[in-house]
């Protein structure tokens, strides 16, 4: 049996994949962090280790991925840093197998997620495309001939800290103006607050947009926008076949991915002379992370 789990900003969520992977997500299990601050390195890899052993009920682990929003290593044993998570320069990799008693693999959530897409999902067959994953913040992977690109470092696609804004909103991760501040789980609070005078959180704001509300709509619109905006400069950089979008805020769906697709076109040069590529949702939704962390382990 194989588990993967992803490690979120706001969660921890546990999959198992069964036998060849005809059964992706058979079981799950979520931790939300303590409210009202943030938890500690030890306090993260508890959730996820009991994460894994309530999904394993007791059977006996073959091997479990981890799929960390940070900067891994491309060894696959340090989460360097992470803008969300209380890790720095932390042996993740070592500290979970010792919690579990498992062998672990450890690589980022984007990565995570491309890889979960490329054989079951929205990139199959798919030779070069960006994914992006709109959650607590912005995470991203690049795929160029079919392949996740881990760059020198193992960190390539953290696309969330591009400045979109120069000494624009200043970031958890220490800079400034950087797209997440723009386009994430929490620029949704932030525009929330302002737009609707409430601090309704995801959920409840798009449940308001589905209803027809129109500041909740422009919320999306907003945040949408922004989404859009960013893909254009990706969409510059890469020239992918397609866009895959992915994480917690991406449930939505085109409440988000229709305003993203306006900004693309307003924001990409050349837009006539050129195939735009689609932006699409990935197939396994906010858990894609877990999935691709799942299908690592059991490579």
């Known amino acids: 049996m194989f588990v993967g789990v992803d490690v979120g ?9 069964n036998g060849r992977g005809e059964d992706l997500a058979v079981a799950r299990a979520a931790q939300l962090p303590m409210p009202g601050r943030t938890a500690a390195a030890g306090e993260v890899e508890e959730a996820v280790a009991q994460a894994v052993l309530e999904v394993a009920a007791e059977r006996p682990l073959t091997c479990v991925g981890v799929s960390a929003a940070g900067l891994v ?46 054989v079951a999902g929205a990139l199959r067959g798919v030779d070069s495309a960006v994914l992006i994953t709109v959650g607590t913040g912005i995470g991203g992977a690049v795929v160029l001939d079919g392949r996740v690109v881990r760059g020198a470092n193992g960190m390539a696609g953290e696309f969330g800290h591009v400045q979109v804004v120069p000494d624009g909103l200043e970031c958890e991760c ?18 929330t607050r302002v737009t609707l005078g409430s601090h309704l959180d995801g959920p409840e704001v798009a449940a308001l947009a589905r209803d027809g509300h129109p500041a909740a709509r422009e919320v999306f619109a907003t945040i949408g926008t922004w989404l859009g905006v960013g893909i254009a400069g990706l969409v510059s950089a890469y020239d992918p076949e397609v866009v895959v979008v992915g994480g917690g805020v991406s449930a939505v769906g085109d409440l988000l991915l229709e305003p993203a697709r306006r900004g693309l076109l307003d924001a990409l040069q050349a837009t006539a002379h050129r195939d735009v590529p689609r932006i699409v949702p990935t197939r396994f939704g906010p858990e894609a992370g877990a999935v691709g962390a799942a299908l690592h382990a059991g490579a």
């Open 9 to 17: 900003g706001t969660k921890v969520l546990a999959v198992e994949l």
């Open 73 to 118: 290593d491309r060894a696959g044993e340090q989460v360097r840093f992470a803008a969300h998570l209380p890790w720095r320069d932390a042996p993740v990799r070592l500290r979970l197998e010792e919690r579990i008693g498992a062998p672990v693999l450890l690589d980022n959530d984007a990565n995570c997620a491309a890889r979960a897409e490329l």
């Open 174 to 191: 220490g800079l400034r103006g950087c797209w997440e501040q723009y386009c994430s789980g929490r620029a949704l609070e932030r525009v």
